[in-house]
Structure formats: C-alpha cells, structure tokens
C-alpha cells in the first residue's frame, strides 16, 4: 500500500505587499500561510500602530492560541513575542495586555520560553 502525495499547497502570498487588513483577513481564515501573516505583523510592529493593535487582537483569537507551531509555543505566543520586540510603549502595553488574557498555565510556559520572570522583564528579539 502506498500512501499518496499530499495536495499541493496553494501559492504564498505576497504577505510584504499586503495591508494590515488583508493579513488579519489571512489569519481570521484560517490560511494555510497564517503564520507567514503573524510575523509580518509583527515585523511592522514597531513602525505601524494598526500593526500592532491587530496583533494584539488576533493574539486573543482561539485559532492563534490553539495554533501549535511546536512543543507548547502557539501562534498566540509568536504574535505576543512580535508585540515585546518592537520595543515601542503602545506595542508592549497591548503585549502585556493580551499576555495577561493568556490562560494561567500558558502564562507559566511563555515565561519560561522566554526565560524571563515577568512578562515586563522580557525582551525577545526578532
């Protein structure tokens, strides 16, 4: 018995090229590229306020949260990373936010991935 081919995956998109509005769209889909759409977001973090709030809200979204990319590190955790590394007062305010909505035992583990104390002592960089 031979096991087939998976399918194809559908062309990337051009993430870097896409609005704020069209890489939350990405995300809220449920796309294949949805992460590809998180870390762009959080690449504009710094320099795009929109960025950031929309990173902020979909950190909270039951996809990103439940969105393993492996071990115990979620999407939520890469959105929240994105939001401490811009380093920007709106960005880590909305990162401490959307940490703080994190369930108790999440919080516990993304501390420990970033080897930090507290949610304010880290300073992940991208």
């Known amino acids: 018995m031979t ?67 492996h071990g115990f590190v979620s999407l939520a955790w890469a959105a929240i990373s994105g939001l401490l590394a811009a380093e920007t007062p709106r960005a880590r305010q909305t990162a401490y936010a959307a940490f703080a909505d994190l369930p108790p035992g999440d919080q516990d583990l993304f501390l420990t991935y970033l080897r930090a104390d507290t949610i304010e002592a880290a300073h992940p960089r991208l």
């Open 3 to 69: 096991i087939p081919p998976p399918p194809a995956l559908p062309p990337e998109p051009p993430v870097r090229d896409m609005t704020v509005g069209e890489l939350r769209a990405l995300v809220e889909r449920r796309d294949v590229y949805r992460a590809k759409a998180v870390f762009e977001l959080a690449a504009r973090a710094r320099d795009d306020d929109a960025a950031a709030e929309t990173l902020a809200e979909l950190s909270r979204l039951p996809v990103l949260r439940n969105d393993r990319l």
